[in-house]
């Protein structure tokens, strides 16, 4: 559902060995860093925002339902 160019730069974490598999499927790995500058690029935020949203909108099958299921939260 992402453009290409952001997801060619996002890993989920079931394609990466040895990560703990008791988070969601659709769970992306987030970088390693040490500085707060770092943590305020999309790199970093997008997939953090992303890990901490519910299971039943990271389900969504549809940009529709997404949206719809993400109002109550914005």
Request: glycine content about 2%.
């Amino acid at each position: 559902m992402a453009p290409e160019y952001l997801s060619n730069n996002m890993t989920l974490r079931t394609d990466v060995p040895d990560v703990n598999t008791r988070s969601h499927a659709m769970d992306v790995c987030i970088p390693f860093t040490t500085t707060e500058l770092y943590k305020r690029r999309f790199m970093y935020s997008g997939p953090y925002a992303w890990n901490h949203l519910p299971h039943s909108i990271k389900d969504c099958k549809s940009l529709d339902a997404v949206k719809s299921a993400l109002k109550p939260h914005v």
